[in-house]
Structure formats: structure tokens, C-alpha cells
């Protein structure tokens, strides 16, 4: 009875201590767990396509744009906007493949690849972004070699490889959509060029205005006024230097 | 039943959660219109499939939360025992809820619809997404009216029917994980039992993951096959759901 009488009289004093030791034990963890930060990763981990099924509900099409949105503005949290030469670039070209299994219609992936990307200041990693929009259009070049040219540019443009650039250039040649531009099928001679193999350009040209010939292929005006300003600036240069196109090894490439 | 049914339609129209949809589906319009806008290149594709996955999401969500309530309120509030006290027999009961919940369905995909058509979604992938996500709600309402039957409580009747919903739309991951061989999983008798389960499991939950792609507003309709499996789907599914509560209702004793 006087116990309780005690505890009465006193329980507003021993809740305050007992609030002030919880408050004090909470300032303690938070001081030895301060440590543990978010991992502020720029280009997120890879999602695994086995659980695609579950995270994605049944609707990929609505998943992958999420995940679009989210590798367009990976790095670009917290208040950062981290340099691309600072991003993963093995990993980002692992996220484009991923995201082609769920849409490999959409232009989504080889535009930001080709167009934001491959800006990186750190030029050798755009050899990621040239590999993965080499694997993306050659899977229907017909339709899909403005992206292959994107490939090409970057190679030839960007990392300056242009042995690269010449195999990227033939493959873009190879496309039989009717829409696209003669200097598609031109381009492994303008690639021969900057490596001064004038025979194999000559030949390139020369097979074209063979086809056109023979009714093969068709060219608009304005085509033939570009493939015609081509020649005649190639054959000043040619001239120049004494090139003799009955020195080339036929079908040089 | 025209009279439950109207009644239906016209406490939805004062429902303020009915009301609540609809307000969330404009504000989910306007969120989807700016977050696909923000992307690079297809901003428009983009727009139509943001819009479709968070209606589909508040759609469904929306319509369990309003099934439920409104089944429990009305054995609450002793609106079944009166009702049942008129020349209405207890099937008929079932099957004017389960229409009256689909009418008040229809009228929210309207705006949906309307929108979709708006941002120049493809038409006849708009008209047969339309069509497959009235089926899945129209199953989501037969498990809320069911489960609200069964359960006495409608905080628990809509965890049951939102469990069930997310349970359907993985069941492709179930299904391909009952196929994966022997030798990639390590097999013992915990691993054999729940590989049983999910079969069992496969067996007794309909394949919402097939309905409403929204690649068909953007691409237009590639398969024709899932269109079929889906109206099958919905087929059996739906009077299986309402012969399940005619029996449960039937035995139910006031």
C-alpha cells in the first residue's frame, strides 16, 4: 500500500527520467548509425530480367518507360548533377540491352544513347554506345539505319576509330529501305577517304553509278546533284595526286 | 433488380469515393502528361502510357475500395435483410450488385477513354484496351462483392481482394518459375512443396498479367491472341466468382 502510494506521488517524476534516458539512448544510436548513407550511385544496378515478370505487373510496356525515365535522369538526385564522364558506361550499355528485351520497338533507348550519352567528356566510353547502337539497328537495318549512321558518327567522329567507323560504314550500307538517302550506301567511301584508300573509295562510287546504270537503284535530283558535286571535287583531288584507278585491285575494300 | 441498380448508380454518384476517382484520375492525367513530357523523344507515347498505368492502378484500386464499403455498409446498416424482405431473391441480389458495380465501372472509362483518344492514343488498340480492362475490374468486383460476402469486415475484405489483384498480375512469374527445370533450383522437399503451391496457386488465380497491355495504345494490336484469352478469361472467370457467392450468400443466415 505505502509502495503504492510511493509510485503515485512519484510518477511524473520517473516518466520524465524515464523519457529523458530513451531520449538520450536515441541521440546515442543516432550517433553510432549516422554512418549509414544511402548508396548515392549514379547509374543504378541493373534490375534482373527473371523478376521483370513481378516488378512489372504484367504491363512491360509501362515498366519500361518508367525505367526509361529512370536512366534518362540516373545520376540526377539528391540535388547532383554529376558529369557524364563520371557515369558507368559498361553498366549503362548493360541497362540498354535490358531495356530492349521489354521494348525493342521504341527509339527511346538508341536516341539518348546517340544523342545525350555519347557526350561524355570521357571519349573512349562512347565505344559502349557505338557497340550497343551497332547491335540495335543491325537487327533490321532497313529500318533502322538512321541509328546504325548515329554508330558510325560516333566512331568516326568521336573516338576516331575508323577502322571501326568502315565496318559500322558497310553495315549501314547494306540497308534497302527505300527512303534512305544515297550518302547511306556512299559512306564507306567517304570512311575510305580519311583513310586514304582512294581505290576503294573509287570502287564504292563507281559500283553506285553502276547500279544506277542498270536501273538497280533510283536517286532524286538532288541526290544526283550531291553524288555529281562528290565526283567532280573527288576527281581535282584525284588528279592532283596522279592517282590511276587501272592500279586498284578490283573489288578493294 | 432496375431498382438496386439504379440505387446503386445513384449512391455512387453521392459517394464521396466514387467522386474521389474521378478526381484522382484527372490529377493522375495531369502528372502523367508532365512526367512523360520530360522525356527525350516519344513524349507523347510516353504521356498515353503513363496515363493508362496509373488509371489502371487507381481504376482498380478505386473500384475494390468502393465495392467493399459499400457491400459491408449495406449488411451493416440492415439494407440487405430489408431489401431481401421484398420479392428479390438472394441470386438476384448477387447479380445486381455485380452489374451495378460494372455500370459504375463503365462510367469511369469513359474519361479514361476520352483522354486516351485525346492524345491520340491508337484506336483500335484504345477500343480493345478498354474492352480488357473492364473485364479485369469486372473480376476485381466479383472478388471484392465475394470476399465482402465471405468476411465480416471490410478493411480485411479489401486486403483480401488487393492481395488477390496483385497475386493475379504476377502470374507470369509464377508460371515461369513452375517451369524452371530441376537442376537451376536447388530441389528438396521445402522447395518441391512451394513449387506445388505456385501450381496450385497458377490453377486457382486468373492470368491478369495478359490484360490490358498498354503497348496496344501505342503500337496498335500485334496478337490477336490475347484479346481472345482475355474475353475467355473473363468468360469463366466471372460466373465461376458468382456462383461462389450465390453459394455462400445462399447459406448465410440473418
Known amino acids: ?253 | 433488380m432496375k431498382t438496386i441498380l439504379k440505387y446503386i448508380l445513384l449512391t455512387a454518384i453521392r459517394d464521396k469515393l466514387y467522386l474521389g476517382i474521378l478526381f484522382l484520375l484527372a490529377a493522375a492525367f495531369g502528372i502523367s502528361s508532365i512526367l512523360g513530357n520530360t522525356l527525350a523523344t516519344e513524349k507523347v507515347a510516353t504521356s498515353i502510357v503513363y496515363i493508362a498505368g496509373s488509371a489502371r492502378i487507381i481504376f482498380a484500386v478505386g473500384m475494390i475500395l468502393f465495392t467493399c464499403f459499400y457491400v459491408r455498409k449495406s449488411f451493416d446498416n440492415k439494407e440487405v435483410e430489408f431489401i431481401l424482405s421484398k420479392a428479390v431473391s438472394r441470386n438476384q441480389l448477387i447479380i445486381s450488385y455485380l452489374l451495378g458495380f460494372s455500370v459504375v465501372a463503365l462510367f469511369i472509362l469513359i474519361p479514361i477513354g476520352l483522354a486516351l483518344f485525346l492524345i491520340n492514343a491508337n484506336l483500335i488498340g484504345l477500343a480493345f484496351w478498354l474492352m480488357s480492362i473492364f473485364f479485369e475490374i469486372f473480376i476485381l468486383i466479383s472478388v471484392a462483392v465475394l470476399s465482402s460476402l465471405i468476411l465480416k469486415s471490410a478493411v480485411t475484405s479489401i486486403l483480401a481482394t488487393l492481395g488477390f489483384y496483385i497475386l493475379s498480375r504476377m502470374m507470369a512469374f509464377f508460371v515461369l518459375t513452375v517451369d524452371l527445370p530441376t537442376k537451376m533450383i536447388d530441389f528438396n522437399n521445402i522447395t518441391a512443396s512451394l513449387d506445388s503451391l505456385l501450381k496450385l496457386m497458377s490453377f486457382i488465380f486468373p492470368r491478369l498479367d495478359l490484360f490490358a497491355h498498354s503497348n496496344m495504345l501505342i503500337y496498335g494490336i500485334n496478337d490477336y491472341q490475347f484479346i481472345i484469352i482475355t474475353c475467355v478469361q473473363s468468360l469463366i472467370y466471372i460466373p465461376l466468382l458468382a456462383f461462389m457467392s450465390f453459394s455462400d450468400f445462399n447459406k448465410k443466415q440473418f
Open chain 1, 1 to 253: 500500500m505505502a509502495c503504492n502510494l510511493f509510485f503515485y506521488q512519484h510518477i511524473r517524476k520517473f516518466s520524465l527520467i524515464l523519457f529523458c534516458s530513451f531520449l538520450a539512448l536515441q541521440v546515442f544510436f543516432q550517433l553510432k548509425t549516422e554512418y549509414i548513407k544511402p548508396n548515392l550511385y549514379i547509374v543504378p544496378p541493373v534490375p534482373n530480367d527473371k523478376l521483370v515478370d513481378v516488378a512489372s505487373l504484367g504491363d512491360k510496356e509501362f515498366y519500361f518507360r518508367i525505367l526509361a525515365l529512370k536512366i534518362q535522369n540516373a545520376g540526377d538526385t539528391f540535388g547532383r548533377f554529376p558529369p557524364l564522364k563520371d557515369y558507368d558506361y559498361e553498366k549503362l550499355y548493360q541497362w540498354f540491352t535490358f531495356l530492349d528485351t521489354l521494348n525493342d520497338k521504341s527509339s527511346i533507348i538508341p536516341f539518348l544513347a546517340s544523342f545525350h550519352f555519347s557526350q561524355t567528356q570521357n571519349k573512349p566510353d562512347t565505344i559502349h554506345m557505338a557497340r550497343y547502337l551497332d547491335n540495335y539497328a543491325s537487327r533490321n537495318i532497313d529500318e533502322y539505319w538512321w541509328w546504325m549512321y548515329q554508330a558510325v558518327a560516333i566512331a568516326q567522329f568521336t573516338l576516331e576509330d575508323f577502322d571501326l567507323a568502315l565496318k559500322l560504314a558497310y553495315k549501314l550500307s547494306e540497308n534497302k529501305n527505300d527512303n534512305a538517302p544515297l550518302w547511306t550506301k556512299q559512306y564507306p567511301a567517304f570512311v575510305h577517304l580519311k583513310l586514304n584508300d582512294s581505290c576503294s573509295a573509287f570502287f564504292i562510287v563507281n559500283q553506285i553509278l553502276q547500279d544506277y546504270d542498270s536501273g538497280k537503284v533510283k536517286f532524286k535530283e538532288k541526290e544526283l546533284d550531291f553524288l555529281h558535286y562528290f565526283i567532280t571535287h573527288r576527281l581535282n583531288k584525284l588528279e592532283s595526286e596522279k592517282f590511276d584507278p587501272r592500279k586498284c585491285k578490283s573489288g578493294a575494300k
